[in-house]
């Protein structure tokens, strides 16, 4: 956006200037940079042409119709280009050579990217953490442990000094009057005091305000925090302790219905050794069983024009950011995708992603219209939060399935993700890869409804592999009633909701998303009440446990390229669909859910948006810990959000509306400084944003941007 910060950011403004009849000043700071004469450059640019797909910038804000360079999405998310690769195919050197020497390296900065380590240089023992100096609790390892004891060796040598950022005060403590970090906290003297005791004794002891809870060891456990799993789960999980007796149980059942299908459908085609026999037809269909679990009643949900729907995003989909969405008007969230496989076996990394605020427990708004809930809805035990997996195989995607809902007292729904285009998901045929394998997908959904309660199950899907092939209504019909040859024996799949993004796997995030093929999809679903009486035998009522809600209603979510609460309510309108899921459109402004839910455009002021990055850090300490670990994280991914939010383009600087999410901005000031140090694309400005609240970042702490191939050290800060 503007120009600011870095060297490459002085020499980009110099050349404005220049172009603008303004001395360069390259010596200047980042901000001051921006303050060339409007009236020269107003009156130079508004006698150029405007470009079809440049943001409209009102003249006096304009300083070049130049556009900036192409935020390119398909590179953060790590993806690689060529069209063989939409099918899966690896990479090849252009002379065409095989194997590992002819294979492309993978693009993108997504890929193994490293942010470097951030701890104290001396580590404190958890037996003195949450303790007092002189009651500490026993440590477990006595001799044996290799970790500080002593607190005030600790508190001098081991750890970087207090935060001054935000007066040195504790978020954490100041919203809970009591700190998890101890100790640790890099803002423990607003927290601890030296007391001296009756034999002249000084000791340093931690401050708690009011009545709380024993101290819990957990380092996981945080106030407010649900969802978490604990060291004992993960373990067994880890350890294959746990036994999911549904999910085995089905899963034998459905190896041999796989089998017995195999057969028909081999005979019918010939290729046995022995010839098509109508009697043996008959007998292999007689070998059939019913499953062995039928779905429990699930809970019914409920999805309407007043319930905008936050994205599962990848990386940014984290707690503190979902926190702050709810804060300002998202209705329903979900989880950052986590993966099946990992997930039974216990690695901490993706049972992290199922944590929970105790804000997303609350129900979603209900203003319902006449037709739209199903019958037994109860809008009082409906909460915002579900999750979302990915599975490659229906045994895997079935036991992350049991394990959550067996692990997680908090869930609404569990989404299966079918859309994501990243490669290494959609290589082991996880993902989009599940676009082109109907069986599959419909055996996973099938087997998930089975063993997940009275959890519904959803399904997150794309318009197909490849452009100009799209196969979601074919899939969409599958999901809603299954396989024609089985209907009869084993009823609907039992899909709650589906969500299409108006792209392809090829397409990624590339061109706009195609909302006149979402309308057709959900003219698709809207039909299918009629159709499903035509198809069901009417001497043989439905099962009800396969229906996930009522009446067979299947809700029906659009998503792509909505920015604005007039994208939001024309998608509605016009497509038919029931919502709208916002993805990157929350990532620059999250706002728009506040937008939304008014019904009018908010133009925020810097201060106004700087104060949402205040909140997101104070809600990123309490959630990853206020200590130096904590921080760390907390640093990385307020800078991963900003490389979105500078993205934004002010409303009052546009001169009309609405603002589409696809146009590229030419280079433009900013009305003041903040303002400009917000629109900085320099990652640079980023961390001097962060250092407002965090303070200055640990020595070892990395950072590479994904939509950019420069990095930031510490050493090159000087």
């Not at 002085?10 to 980042?30: D, F, K, Q, Y």
């Not at 500080?148 to 954490?172: S, T």
């Not at 920015?563 to 728009?592: L, T």
Request: charged letters at 30%.
């Amino acid at each position: 956006m503007t120009m600011q910060g870095s060297d490459e950011s002085a020499s980009a403004s110099a050349s404005v200037g220049e172009l603008a009849g303004v001395p360069p000043e390259t010596n200047e700071p980042s901000s001051k940079r921006q303050k060339l004469s409007h009236t020269t450059t107003a009156g130079a640019i508004d006698r150029r042409e405007r470009k079809q797909g440049i943001a409209p910038i009102k003249p006096e804000y304009l300083i070049s119709l130049e556009a900036q360079d192409i935020v390119d999405d398909d590179v953060a998310e790590g993806t690689v280009a060529a069209d063989e690769n939409a099918a899966g195919k690896p990479d090849r050197q252009q002379d065409g050579g095989g194997g590992k020497k002819g294979k492309k390296k993978q693009k993108g900065q997504n890929h193994n990217r490293s942010f470097g380590h951030f701890e104290d240089s001396l580590r404190l023992c958890n037996s003195r953490v949450l303790s007092n100096e002189f009651s500490p609790k026993p440590c477990k390892f006595g001799e044996r442990c290799n970790m500080c004891h002593d607190l005030r060796i600790y508190l001098a040598e081991g750890r970087r000094p207090d935060v001054e950022a935000r007066g040195g005060k504790c978020p954490v403590f100041e919203s809970y009057g009591r700190c998890p970090s101890g100790w640790k906290c890099r803002f423990v003297k607003s927290h601890s005091k030296e007391i001296q005791r009756e034999d002249d004794r000084k000791e340093l002891v931690l401050i708690q305000e009011g009545d709380q809870p024993e101290a819990d060891e957990n380092q996981d456990a945080r106030p407010g925090i649900v969802n978490v799993a604990t060291a004992d789960i993960k373990w067994d999980l880890a350890r294959k302790k746990v036994v999911l007796d549904k999910s085995e149980t089905y899963v034998k059942w459905l190896d041999r219905d796989s089998e017995i299908t195999h057969k028909i459908y081999n005979r019918k085609l010939g290729t046995e050794d022995a010839p098509a026999d109508p009697n043996l037809l008959e007998e292999l269909r007689a070998q059939f069983v019913d499953p062995p679990l039928k779905p429990s009643e699930k809970r019914k949900i409920y999805f309407g024009r007043e319930t905008p729907v936050l994205a599962p995003l990848t990386t940014q989909g984290n707690l503190p950011f979902r926190r702050l969405c709810c804060d300002l008007g998202a209705q329903i969230t979900y989880s950052e995708m986590a993966m099946s496989l990992p997930l039974i076996q216990g690695q901490k990394n993706d049972w992290a992603l199922m944590k929970t605020h105790e804000s997303e427990l609350t129900p979603p708004r209900f203003t319902p219209e006449s037709g739209k809930v199903v019958e037994g809805y109860d809008n009082a035990k409906d909460l915002k939060w579900g999750a979302q997996i990915s599975g490659n195989q229906p045994w895997v995607a079935m036991k992350a399935a049991e394990a959550l809902t067996k692990y997680l007292p908090h869930l609404r729904v569990i989404d299966l993700n079918c859309g994501c285009p990243i490669d290494m998901v959609f290589q082991t045929g996880a993902g989009s890869g599940l676009l082109d394998m109907p069986n599959k997908l419909e055996k996973m959904v099938r087997g998930m409804n089975a063993v997940s309660g009275e959890v519904p199950i959803t399904v997150k899907l794309r318009t197909g592999v490849r452009d100009g092939r799209p196969t979601a209504q074919r899939i969409i019909e599958r999901l809603a009633f299954g396989n024609p040859d089985f209907r009869d024996r084993l009823g609907a799949p039992g899909t709650a909701a589906m969500t299409l993004h108006g792209r392809s796997r090829q397409q990624r995030y590339s061109k706009k998303a195609d909302w006149g093929y979402i309308a057709e999809c959900a003219a698709l679903i809207q039909s299918y009440r009629d159709k499903r009486d035509d198809l069901t035998d009417t001497a043989r009522e439905p099962d009800a446990r396969t229906q996930a809600n009522t009446g067979g209603r299947i809700y029906f979510l659009g998503n792509g390229d909505c920015y604005s609460h007039v994208d939001y309510f024309d998608h509605i309108d016009r497509a038919g669909v029931d919502s709208v899921m916002v993805a990157r459109g929350a990532m620059i402004k999250p706002w728009i859910f506040e937008e939304i839910e008014r019904g009018q455009y908010l133009d925020k002021s810097a201060s106004e948006r700087l104060g949402y990055v205040e909140r997101f850090v104070r809600y990123g300490l309490e959630a990853w810990g206020s200590d130096e670990i904590g921080l760390g994280h907390t640093r990385r991914f307020l800078l991963e959000w900003l490389s979105f939010t500078c993205r934004y383009i002010p409303l009052g600087l546009l001169e009309h509306l609405p603002p589409n999410l696809q146009d590229r901005p030419p280079k433009y000031r900013c009305r003041d400084d903040l303002e400009t140090l917000l629109a900085s694309t320099n990652y640079k400005d980023w961390i001097k944003i962060s250092e407002m609240f965090l303070g200055p970042a640990h020595p070892n702490f990395t950072f590479q941007p994904k939509h950019k191939s420069n990095s930031y050290e510490i050493d090159a800060e000087g």
